[in-house]
């Protein structure tokens, strides 16, 4: 059923992938569903990226709060980079379709791309040029989509791929990906690096692919080895393949693995994670010694692993069973231990994880019936030390996706905006809790509505938050912008940290008699938000 929902996604322009009609759901929607929808939105705005003009779908998102994605339309697709608010079109290498695989905290982008002759590129985007690498392939195959995290892939045939052996890069500017080997069906995993495209080669057998890179500049892939049916985990270190062997057998009797592992995720540490995509799927570790399997957590029978951290956190979501209607069980994983995230289940929706950050801060969805109508729709999650919000929309009973999720917890992924169609990239921006001082130094705070002079707030910093970087053309009390004036850094509280007062116009404030309290809004010059609010008389 709950594959359902991506053909109907896609429905729209993937008529030539002669996908099946949707079917009707098996089961109606039931009361109780209500009391599960009742979650707290939690600290975020949602905020709507916009679309190139097709479906739009954002993959990407750095700490600079830069995102990027890929939009579908007529046939061809765009890549985009998004920044405090515009949506630049990446441009082409002359073809028609372009897609934007990764980003990094640089603002480069990585992506492929066709050209006029129909051949496909890796590219690497910055400063405005988009640089041709070389030719590109990509691979990928599936292991859990809940039915509703994959965006369509122009350059994949299928909607449910999951993951990709497609062009990453580091923070350096480093790319890897796969090329084909010309006059043969093999591909190659190469590396970019200092300006020079390398042949990573193979441990032995004819192909070899790779799947992501790390901050040392080591790759993570797959490559055949000559004489084995199933190809074995491969890291590249310094232009050395370390062979980590095949992907153990299958835990269960009966179960099938068809000998398709993918490469999920490498952290800092080279330390790598597997899923094994059999009936369902598993999740393996490369410890940086061995390779172990995770296991499943308690109550399920699977583990679909996303991601995996620096601090050697793993996030993914066990299943009871062999099955995507199987109770769901998302989980950090870390030094050997299960810890299961708060969920919200349901005979009719499940809580499923789609990425996850440096401090193991999660972002994931929950799969549930749209109400009155016949297929799945998700609804956007995040995970924070124990905590599970519910992320809104963008439109009453849409659909929408969290993909990616950066240091400081902002949520990058795409919404519906009508039943079905009209996805636009959206971003879900955390909120920063700051402290505020209205009328520095006087604590009355009495604000005479009718006067025709400024009111001026400070901005605190804290250990956490750095007043000096809020972007003032962002600024607004109670509903009225910053002035132009004032905004150095001054230290009004005397801890030793900079602080910042804004001026705003008294009379533009909207603070209606009885009013208690009031609320100073931003964004810092990293596309952060924040609010914090004082009381007012
Ligand atoms: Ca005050
Ligand atoms: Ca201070």
Not at 112 to 127: E, I, K
Request: glycine fraction near 14%; charge should be negative.
């Amino acid at each position: 059923m709950r594959r359902s929902l991506v053909f109907l996604l896609f429905a729209g322009f993937a008529c030539r992938d002669a996908m099946p009609p949707p079917s009707p759901a098996p089961h109606s929607v039931t009361a109780d569903m209500t009391a599960a929808t009742a979650a707290p939105e939690g600290p975020y705005e949602i905020v709507d990226l916009g679309s190139l003009g097709g479906e739009t779908f954002a993959t990407a998102i750095n700490n600079r709060g830069q995102i990027t994605g890929t939009s579908v339309a007529g046939g061809g697709s765009h890549a985009f980079l998004w920044e405090r608010g515009v949506m630049q079109d990446l441009g082409t290498l002359g073809g028609s379709l372009v897609k934007a695989t990764g980003l990094n905290e640089a603002g480069q982008v990585v992506g492929v791309s066709t050209t006029a002759g129909g051949d496909t590129r890796a590219f690497l985007w910055m400063g405005g040029a988009m640089q041709d690498l070389g030719a590109a392939r990509v691979l990928g195959n599936y292991a859990f989509d809940g039915g509703c995290a994959t965006p369509f892939d122009p350059f994949l045939v299928g909607p449910t791929v999951t993951h990709r052996a497609e062009p990453a890069i580091n923070s350096h500017g480093d790319v890897a990906w796969t090329a084909p080997v010309a006059g043969t069906s093999a591909t190659h995993a190469f590396l970019w690096s200092g300006g020079v495209a390398q042949d990573l080669g193979t441990l032995g057998g004819a192909s070899s692919s790779a799947w992501t890179i790390n901050d040392a500049g080591q790759v993570a892939g797959l490559s055949e080895v000559a004489g084995e049916a199933s190809p074995h985990v491969v890291l590249w270190d310094r232009g050395t393949a370390h062979d980590l062997g095949a992907v153990p057998p299958p835990r269960f009797p009966g179960d099938v693995f068809d000998g398709s592992p993918l490469v999920v995720g490498m952290n800092a540490l080279g330390q790598v994670i597997v899923t094994a995509r059999r009936n369902s799927s598993r999740a393996v570790l490369w410890d940086g010694s061995q390779m172990v399997s995770l296991g499943a957590p308690p109550g399920a029978r699977t583990s679909d692993v996303v991601a995996i951290n620096d601090a050697g956190q793993i996030a993914g979501t066990g299943i009871s069973e062999e099955s995507y209607d199987g109770v769901h069980h998302p989980f950090l994983w870390a030094n050997g231990a299960f810890q299961l995230l708060p969920e919200v289940s349901t005979p009719y929706a499940r809580d499923a994880v789609s990425a996850m950050n440096a401090s193991g801060v999660v972002a994931g969805f929950r799969v549930a019936p749209l109400v009155g109508d016949y297929a799945n729709g998700c609804h956007p999650l995040v995970w924070d030390g124990g905590l599970r919000w519910e992320l809104g929309t963008l439109g009453v009973g849409q659909s929408a996706l969290g993909a990616a999720i950066n240091a400081r917890g902002d949520v990058a992924g795409w919404s519906w905006t009508r039943r079905f169609f009209g996805t636009h990239a959206a971003l879900w921006r955390r909120i920063i809790a700051v402290a505020v001082d209205v009328k520095p130094g006087d604590p009355d705070n009495v604000i005479n509505r009718h006067s025709n002079g400024t009111t001026p707030v400070a901005l605190l910093s804290s250990a956490t938050f750095d007043a000096t970087t809020a972007d003032r053309s962002t600024v607004t009390f109670a509903g009225a912008p910053a002035l132009d004036q004032g905004g150095g850094p001054e230290d009004v509280n005397g801890d030793g940290l900079p602080d910042v007062v804004f001026h705003f116009a008294t009379e533009a404030l909207t603070l209606p008699e009885g009013t208690t309290e009031a609320c100073l809004r931003g964004l810092t010059t990293d596309g952060a938000s924040f609010k914090g609010c004082d009381s007012v008389r």
